[in-house]
C-alpha cells in the first residue's frame, strides 16, 4: 500500500512539473535590427506631387513604456524644386504571432513622433500621410522571428504560446502548458 501511495506522489509532483513547465524566448534590440537589415526593405522613397519622402537606416528600439516595438527612420523629404530637408520619424508596431506558421511579425504599425525641422506647414499633412502609407505597406507582416520546424522543441513551442511582452529592453516570448 505504501508503494503504490509513493508511486501516485511521484506521478502527481511530475504532472505539476510538467503543466509549470514554461521558457522565456528573448530577443535583444540588436538581434531583432540584425532580422530587419537583412531584408534590405529600405530605403524607401514615396512620391506624392511636389513631394519626395525617403525613409531609410531604421534602428529597433525596446521601450518598457508598453508591448510595441519602435522603429526609427532616418527622413530625406524633398519639395521640388528648391528644398531639401532631414528629420526622424518614431513608428510604432504591435508584433502579432502566426501559430500555423509560427511566425512574429509586426501588425499595426503607426506613426508616433515626426520630427523634421524646417518642414513648411501645409506639406506636414501629407508628409505624415505618407510615412503612415510607408508604415502600413512596408513594416506590416515583417518577419522578425520564426519558431524553426525542424527542432521538436520549437515545433511544440508554436502551441504552447502564452504572452509576448517587451520588458527589460527585450521582446519576451514565452510558452509553456500553463
Given at each position: 500500500m505504501n508503494f503504490i501511495s509513493n508511486l501516485i506522489q511521484r506521478i502527481v509532483k511530475l504532472i505539476r512539473g510538467l503543466l509549470t513547465l514554461s521558457y522565456t524566448l528573448e530577443l535583444s534590440e540588436q538581434q531583432i535590427q540584425k532580422r530587419i537589415d537583412s531584408l534590405g526593405i529600405f530605403p524607401v522613397k514615396n512620391k506624392r506631387r511636389l513631394l519626395t519622402v525617403i525613409a531609410s537606416d531604421p534602428k529597433i528600439a525596446l521601450s518598457n513604456t508598453d508591448d510595441r516595438l519602435g522603429i526609427e527612420l532616418d527622413l530625406k523629404v524633398q519639395i521640388r524644386p528648391i528644398i531639401s530637408i532631414t528629420g526622424h520619424v518614431m513608428m510604432q508596431a504591435a508584433v502579432d504571432y502566426d501559430a500555423t506558421s509560427g511566425e512574429f511579425r509586426l501588425d499595426d504599425p503607426r506613426v508616433s513622433d515626426l520630427q523634421i525641422k524646417g518642414l513648411p506647414g501645409e506639406y506636414a499633412n501629407v508628409v505624415r500621410e505618407i510615412l503612415e502609407a510607408?508604415?502600413?505597406?512596408?513594416?506590416?507582416?515583417?518577419?522578425?522571428?520564426?519558431?524553426?520546424?525542424?527542432?521538436?522543441?520549437?515545433?511544440?513551442?508554436?502551441?504552447?504560446?502564452?504572452?509576448?511582452?517587451?520588458?527589460?529592453?527585450?521582446?519576451?516570448?514565452?510558452?509553456?502548458l500553463l
Open positions: 510607408i508604415a502600413v505597406g512596408v513594416l506590416s507582416g515583417i518577419t522578425i522571428y520564426q519558431f524553426q520546424s525542424d527542432d521538436k522543441y520549437q515545433r511544440m513551442a508554436k502551441r504552447l504560446l502564452k504572452k509576448v511582452a517587451v520588458e527589460d529592453d527585450r521582446l519576451k516570448i514565452k510558452v509553456g
